[in-house]
């Protein structure tokens, strides 16, 4: 998910849903954007390119188990 779907998410309170993690990739170094994004609900941000073994830590970190 990117920044313009985050920011769509934050508003339409009916696709945000508690206990539903999101990760943003983003290529996007800055990083009040990355707070902001924070802010509105994101789980974490992470920086394009990501590898692989680094986007399944963070989803199971964020679902609370192995994948």
């Known amino acids: 998910m990117g920044w313009s779907s985050a920011t769509k998410c ?8 508690p206990g539903i993690p999101i990760i943003i990739l983003t290529g996007d170094h800055d990083t009040f954007m ?3 994004t924070q802010q509105i609900g994101a789980t974490t941000v992470l920086l394009k ?6 986007l399944k830590e963070q ?7 192995s994948i």
């Open 49 to 54: 390119p990501v590898s692989a073994d680094a």
């Open 59 to 65: 989803i199971e970190a964020a679902v609370g188990f």
């Open 34 to 36: 990355h707070e902001v």
């Open 10 to 17: 934050a508003f339409d309170k009916n696709i945000l849903q």
